[in-house]
Structures are given as C-alpha cells and as structure tokens.
C-alpha cells in the first residue's frame, strides 16, 4: 500500500465483491476505510474458500486494510449508528461505498439530510433496479457463448473470474475519487450509481462488439482460443506442456518466426496467396489455417524447456498455461530483495501467514508499505465509536449492553 | 459523460485496450486527453473489428472524446513535441498515460527533467519489464484451467473478454487520480506503473486463490458453468433456450424453491441429509449433485415465457444467455425517455451513427451528456499544438511542410 490518498475517509456498508474491492483499493491507497457489517457478519462472511475452522479465505482478502464495526443493524438505533458513520463531519469524509438497495435508511437522500455534501456510491445490478450478480450479468450479454472451444455447440461456458464485480469495483473508485476531487472545489455532493450491467454494456461499445452487431451487422464467430483480428493461440511442447503464443506487431511477428525457424515455410504461404503478413494482423487471422499448423507443428518439435529458450532468446510474446498452484508457486512468492514486490507474507486474523498482494501497481517514487491484514468482525467497533462519533467510554459500554453493537 | 474532473488535462502516447480505456475513463468524467500518435497511426489503428473500408471499429470505441494529434514520432523534432506536449506546464496538466517502453525519450526521468511534478502512468506486461499481453497473463495465472467444462480434460479455454487489459485502465485511472489529488497538497510528482501481471497476480490475492493454495494447499476443481461455493448453473427451458439462475443468499434461495415450486422435494434432501440449505450457501454447492437434478427438471418443464414469468414473479436472480447481436439488440439500444441512460446515437468518423455508451457510472446530480464520438487521426492536431504549445499559424505551417506533423 501506500499513502497517495491522505485525509480520505469512506465508510463501507457491503458484502461480496463489487464494492467491497472498490474500498479495498481505496484502503491500499491510504484511505482510512471503515467497514460497517452485522453483528454477526454480512452475506459474505462464510463465503467460500474458507478454511477448516470456517474462517473465511475470501472475506480476508477483500476486506484487508479496514476498520471492522460490528452493529446490529436490525435494531433502529444500530441503523442510525451506521447513518452517523457515513456522514460524519469533516473534509475528506462524508463519502459511502454500498450495495445497499438504493431505497431504505441508507439511501442517498437520507444521507444527505444528515450532510449535504455526501458521496455515495453505490453497486447495483441492472440500472433499472432489477438484481444481478456478475453471472448472470455474464450470461444476459453474450460473451459466454463465444468462449470454448467451438466443439461446444450452443452450450454456454461461463468465466471463473468474476470480471464485472472487479471492473465495477475499480469504477467505483474511480469515480468516488474523481467525485471527491470535484467536491474541493465545487463543494458538491453526489450520488453515484455504478450498475454491473452498464459495467458490461459499456464494454461491448467500447471494444467494438456494438458498433460490429450494428454496422456490420454480425457477431463473432466462437473461436475457441484463437485471438480475434491477429495471431495467438495455445500449443502444445513436445512434453505435452501447452503454451499461449500471440503476435500482434510487426515485430512480434517475425521474431516468432525467427525463434521457431518458420521464415521460409510462411514466406512459401505470403508468396502463394500474394499477402504480407508482416504488414497486416488481420491476415495472420484470415489465413489462420494455413498458419496455425507450421507453428504447431514448429513448437510441437521442441521440449517446454527448448521452447522457452528459443522464445525467449527472440522476445516472443508467450507464456506457459500454468495451473493455479503452479501460478502462486511461481509468481505469487515475496521477494525480500525488491522494493516494489507486490507479495509480502502477512498475518491474517484465520492464524495462517501467506503470501498477500498490495495495490496492483507500484508508485516508483514512495515507499511500498506492507500490506494490511483484514480486520477481525467488530475490531475496531470501539475505537471508530469513539474517534468518529466521539463517544465517551460509558457510552460505548452501554451500546454493548444493549446488544446494539459487538468487539471481536 | 460528466463534468467531474475540471482542469485536467492528460497527454496519452499508447495503443490497444489497457492504457487508452483509461484515459477513456478520463475523458468521459470531464478530463481533457490529447492522444498523441504517429502520423500512419499506431499498431491499433487497423485493429479488428474494421468496417468494409478497412475504418477500425475498436479504435473508435476506445478513443471516444479524445484529441488526436498526428506527429512522426520517427524523427527527433517529433519525438520533442510529443515530450512538450506531455509536459506543459500548469496546474491539472503535466499528467502522461503510456504503454511505450519505460526507458526511451518518453521514460519518466526525461520527461521530469522537463516538468518535476510530472505524474506518469505506465502500463505494461510483466512487472520484472518482460513482455506480456492479456492472453499471456491469463495464460500464465491459471484461470483458463478451470474455466469450461470438466469434459476438455487439461485443455485451457481462453476467455474472450480482455479482463486484464481492462482492469489495468481502470486500476491506472484510479491511480493516475489519486495521485493527482497527492500532488494538490504535497507537489509531488510520481511515477507509477500498471504492470498487466500484478493486475492478475493480485486479484488472485483478493480473491482468496492464494489463500487456497498456500494454506489449504489446493485449488478448485474445473466445475464447467457451476458457481463456486453456493448454488448456480446454466439450465435449459423446454423450448431449449438457456437460462443462467443463481441463489447466493437465503432470500434468493428460498424464491428459487418457490417460483420453481420444488420445496417439498428440496426439503426432502434436507430431511434425508439432516442440513439446512437456507442458512449455508456452501452446501447447496456441497451437495449440487443432489439439488441441481430438482432444479433442472423444474426448468425444463417451462417454456422460457413461463420460466420468466414465474421467476421474476419471485425475484430471483437469472438471465437467459444471449448472443452477443441479441444482447445489443436488446440491452445497448439509446431511450430517449431515460437522461440517464447509458446509450446514444452518436455518429462516428467512419461515417456510421450507432449506438455508444457513455460512463458505465451515473451520476445522479450531474447532467449527462452526449457521448463524443472518437477524433479523426490528426483532427487536433493545429489546435492542440496552439493551444497547448502556443505556436504561431506560421510555425504550425512549418511543422507541416516538413512532415512532423499531419493533419485529419
């Protein structure tokens, strides 16, 4: 982490993965980020992977770096302990991370009866109102039935990652710092939507994909892994080992085949059908198969490890299909000798130590600090009663005894 | 898009999704970004999806609201205006988002030698400075083995959604903002860097596959379209269309059972394995061998007109899969009756008008306006070079006939 964002305080009234990513990429830029759940934990307390004693693998990697208050928020006055939070007084406060429904006693305009320049920003599904999770997102625009293999029919495949919930968490960052920025100076308030629908439906204008279904009047084909418009696809060593190769410019184009020793064998191709496909990506893609097999062939012809030579020596643009457990044995792993190391072991409240990310870019000019652990549930709930609320000792006592709030 | 972020002004010298979807971002909350390119255009200026004339489609949708200014960036005085150009001075200015080389005339020292406030964002493959793409980054962090169905044995599925490239530009806005807010107060330039890589890497973090791995000491199975840890499938009505449902909290659960009126049947299992569904999403996931066959053959007992009625009828989370043309048809069509809406009718330099998303965020007290369509390459070039530079008609004259710049 690192301190970029200086007198930043949000409060964060959520679960899962949209908003509660936003405010952990704010809480690794330094912002203070005070995470309000149930006394017993929010939806996504026990949410897999969790370890045998049930603690949750995921909750601690979402939430590191953030103040814990547990309240129970059925109760009346644990509900306008959390409206108290949010809209606290202060410059550099007053800003709300939710997927709360957008009605109810956490919605925009009742904040703002409590402070006129509130923030909020809140995730939700579609932008009429209606629910959706980044799944089902998924499914309602398309890309499923274009990933995998065309052998697949009509059969959708849906993504491991859930990219929606992370793009529109790192919207939602965006947007409530840009938002705060304009608040210096306008002195403006704003209520922020960002729907996991309109996260999707941006991205098919952005990249093409509506402009290609409305001018050209047609989709792409399911292409199993073959890059679209270039040159990439996966291949398979000697050693049965599969790797991703792609060639975009001009000159990852001739290295590949320089690397490999395919000059001749594609010139014989350029030469028969009177193309360059140095000069034009979408050729390499046109004439796909013509090309695919000398390279398979090619790669088909070396060990993983002579394979990795030979690329290499070139710069090819390539990579070896790892497996999860491969990919953190080998990329996740803290490295003591660099500064800027994304991983550090850290403590987490589950009692394991592992290898645990900050921010996923580095600031070349500050220091990297260790990352933070999660929070245990109620951690903070004292500390932030009375350094935000500013309440006394016997008032916070008397909000435990109520069962109006709870420690870890 | 929104009048958020006043007086900033961002230089971009980049090509493809990562770096120009960020200033993308920017440019829609009100930013003012000049993208630099060479006189031919960059490597993306040809990129698939093309119209017949060969006008790309992509570079249109990731360039909306910019400024372009064709420079030959072969030659050494065009190298210079594209280092004046980033490094003017002025308060919101001095701000650069790249995908070039780190070293080379666009590095960040030699542009701090000119302005020492500089902020420069930098995005790129590897942090370690090696060369990757989306798909080799993917590749190489184990998502395409667990993605589709368990039937493809160890053959990856590639997804077709560039997440990493996207992900690197909104984490590089979100950081470019944050530390354009740090420079306000400390004057401090930075410079910062995007590797595609620890975008990955660290989502593994977030989301708990590191955990797994090191302290569990596994990693999921490859479960085809089966969410992870609760209950959700794709599943097929009897007209054959498919349909994406997920219950993830009780709620959601309990409408499932309802609308698809197989309680009794569920409460059976329930009964025979002494669990609760309801209270713990896991099980519905450990046991899906059990639920999913209730589930399935409730569904295919309805059309896909009587499935959405009575799901919806219980508001439970589902989608059908749609194609992507469909998925445009229905969900990416302006309304003219909603000014909030993400869609307009915008017409675009390759002489098209199609439909064209502004921010994926809404800000409710703001106007929204029109998305801009992207530039013509060269378009700006004479007004950028007067009004950021300051020259003169007659030098403008010049750069011209020399060929250091061009116009649209």
Same mark, same amino acid.
């Given at each position: 982490m690192y301190s970029l964002l200086d007198n930043f305080r949000v409060v964060e009234g959520a679960s899962f993965i949209a908003a509660p990513s936003c405010t952990l990429h704010l809480a690794q830029m330094g912002a203070e980020v005070i995470r309000f759940d149930h006394v017993r934990g929010g939806p996504d307390y026990g949410r897999w992977p969790c370890t045998d004693d049930g603690v949750s693998l995921y909750w601690e990697g979402l939430n590191k770096g953030k103040k814990s208050i547990a309240i129970d928020l059925g109760r009346p006055q644990g509900r306008e302990l959390a409206v108290q939070l949010a809209t606290a007084p202060g410059e550099g406060r007053g800003m709300f991370v939710t997927n709360y429904p957008v009605g109810g006693f956490l919605s925009h305009d009742n904040l703002a009866k409590h402070r006129a320049d509130m923030i909020t920003v809140r995730v939700m599904g579609w932008a009429d109102g209606s629910t959706a999770f980044d799944y089902t997102v998924n499914a309602g625009i398309g890309y499923p039935l274009l990933? @995998? $293999? $065309?052998?697949? @029919?009509?059969a959708p495949v849906n993504h491991v990652l859930p990219a929606w919930d992370l793009l529109a968490g790192s919207h939602a960052a965006m947007a409530l710092v840009s938002a705060e920025r304009h608040r210096q100076t306008s002195g403006a308030g704003q209520e922020i939507l960002v729907p996991l629908g309109d996260v999707g439906l941006s991205t098919l204008g952005n990249l093409g994909h509506v402009a290609e279904a409305s001018v050209l009047g047609q989709q792409r084909d399911r292409l199993g892994n073959d890059l679209y418009g270039a040159f990439g696809r996966d291949f398979q060593a000697a050693d049965g080992r599969r790797v991703m190769i792609c060639a975009i410019t001009a000159r990852q184009w001739n290295s590949l085949l320089e690397a490999l020793r395919v000059v001749d064998k594609v010139n014989a191709v350029q030469d028969e059908l009177g193309v360059s496909f140095e000069r034009d990506e979408g050729l390499r893609f046109d004439h796909r198969d013509r090309l695919m097999p000398i390279i398979a062939d090619a790669v088909a012809q070396h060990s993983s490890t002579q394979l990795a030579r030979v690329l290499d020596e070139q710069n090819v643009c390539w990579e070896p299909y790892r497996s999860m457990r491969e990919a953190v044995a080998e990329k996740c792993q803290p490295d003591p000798h660099n500064d800027h190391a994304l991983f550090r072991n850290v403590e987490h409240p589950s009692g394991h130590t592992y290898p645990t990310p900050g921010t996923s870019f580095m600031a070349m000019g500050m220091q990297r600090q260790t990352p933070l652990r999660a929070p245990r549930l109620g951690e903070h709930t004292d500390e932030v009663l009375a350094q935000v609320l500013g309440m006394a000792g016997h008032e916070i006592g008397r909000l435990h005894d109520d069962g109006v709030v709870a420690g870890a």
């Open positions: 990933t @995998g $293999p $065309p052998s697949l @029919g009509d």
